[in-house]
């Protein structure tokens, strides 16, 4: 793998979505690339942004994190 690890964090809770970027900050390999708040939201961002990785939360109002987890299992290429 070449280049910093690409990140997509998903969550409902601005809070939640902070905390993982300041902690993901002291990591000189990692950027985080994109947000998402929903589900359908997640799904779209990671058809767009292609993340190496995805930090999930699971329960959210539209689509719980599983469910956005398979659709986009099944929708990305991955290696």
């Known amino acids: 793998m070449s280049g910093n690890i ?3 964090i998903v969550d409902d809770v601005q809070e939640g979505r902070d905390m993982l ?3 993901l900050s002291f990591e000189p390999d990692m950027d985080v690339v994109g ?3 929903t589900g359908s939201e997640a799904i779209e961002q990671a058809l767009e942004l ?3 990785v995805i930090l999930m939360d699971i329960n ?3 689509m719980d994190g599983i469910t956005a987890t398979e659709q986009i299992s099944q929708m ?3 290696s």
Do not use: F, S
Request: hydrophobic fraction near 40%; charge should be negative; glycine fraction near 0%.
């Open 6 to 8: 690409r990140i997509l």
């Open 21 to 23: 970027t300041r902690l």
């Open 35 to 37: 947000y998402a708040t």
């Open 50 to 52: 292609e993340p190496d």
């Open 60 to 62: 959210m109002p539209d």
């Open 76 to 78: 990305v290429a991955t």
